[in-house]
């Protein structure tokens, strides 16, 4: 069974940082694309980062490039987002997931079908 812990979020002001960290298990995660979505308050849940199982390939939505940054441990079996100068509109429960495919891209929403409980990031302007 996929368990996917998420820690780091927090409040922060317009500019900060944040850290994210989701520690993995019950999954092979060195051959596992994952990926970071979040959710505002009545919104859908966004797609907003994902890293392939090599580490090689990301994809970010166009509202965070340039400004989120994800990475990979397969030694920790964890996955970072790094979050640099944001924004009021980044707020929003943010959440972990895996693909359910193995050797996957990481680019695709879909592929992604387990989930952390989610952390939350408030930034105030």
Known sequence: QVQLVES???SVQAGGSLRLSC???????????MGWFRQAPGKE???VAGISWTGSSTYYVDSVKGRFTI???????T???Q????????TAVY?????????GMGYRAADFDSWG???QVTISS
């Open 95 to 103: 959440y972990c997931s895996a693909d359910k495919t193995r050797y």
């Open 83 to 90: 979050m640099n100068s944001l924004k009021p509109e980044d």
């Open 117 to 119: 409980q989610g952390t």
């Open 23 to 33: 520690a993995a298990s019950g999954l092979i995660f060195r051959i596992t694309a």
């Open 79 to 81: 996955v970072y987002l």
């Open 45 to 47: 849940r966004e797609f």
């Open 8 to 10: 780091g979020g927090g």
């Open 71 to 77: 990475s990979r441990d397969n030694a920790k079996n």
